[in-house]
């Protein structure tokens, strides 16, 4: 999705609303379809990873390998963090986590059924959003308690980009303890049709 830059959310805001620094209308239009496509893509991909990370040993899911969030467990944990947070700022309901390091869920097949719910919810929240209100400024307060401003839309950009970067960490992770290539995760494999597992099959499963 391309977007005209601009110097400020407000200006963004009316150009996004106006046209007025010739943005192409027919793209414009596509925003809804862009935002959904990333929120089911970000259900898939979040599908193949965790079916990935439920094959792994308990040892191997828990062991501290020096990324950012310390472990795989790590990892998932501050990615659902987050998009509760966001979810909190966007609709007012849900948790808003104070720490980014929280671990929300040591078990993990909770933290599973946690992540199938937080995709779908994302999913439903995305899908109620038209144009005009994903070219309107959103206030909501950050972290720190300070007020900010920006286009729904860049909101959303900003939550689907956060995910990819921090699903590529578990990515890396994935191969490090496997030493095998993980399941791809590329967008073009979704577009193309790629299945993901059902994670409520695996979980009655028993894979935990």
């Known amino acids: 999705m391309a977007l005209p830059a601009r110097s400020s959310s407000a200006g963004r805001a009316r150009d ?7 943005c192409d209308v027919h793209r414009l ?5 862009n935002v959904r496509q990333l929120a089911a893509y970000n259900r898939w991909a979040n599908s193949r990873l965790y079916a990935a990370a439920l094959d792994l040993s308990e040892q ?3 062991l501290h390998i020096g990324v950012f969030f310390g472990t795989l467990h790590g990892t998932l944990n501050h990615l659902l963090l987050t998009d509760r ?6 609709t007012g309901e849900g948790d808003h986590p104070s ?13 599973t059924r946690a992540r199938i719910a937080e995709d779908n919810r994302l999913i439903a929240v995305v899908d109620k959003y038209d144009e005009a209100a994903l070219a309107n400024l959103h206030s909501y307060k950050t972290t720190s308690g300070m007020p900010q401003s920006q286009v729904l839309a860049d909101i959303l950009l900003h939550l689907f980009n956060h995910q990819t ?4 960490q578990a990515h890396a ?10 399941p791809p995760l590329d967008l073009l494999i979704f577009q193309r049709g790629g299945t993901a597992p059902d994670l409520e099959v695996l979980l009655g ?3 935990k």
């Open 165 to 168: 970067h921090h699903r590529g």
């Open 16 to 22: 996004l609303r106006g046209n007025v620094a010739g």
């Open 99 to 111: 720490r980014l390091n929280e671990i929300l869920y040591e078990d993990r097949a909770a933290l």
């Open 173 to 182: 992770c994935l191969s490090i303890l496997t030493g095998d290539e993980p």
């Open 85 to 90: 947070l966001w979810l909190k700022r966007l």
């Open 60 to 62: 191997a899911y828990r």
């Open 29 to 33: 239009m596509k925003t809804t379809d």
């Open 205 to 207: 499963q028993g894979r």
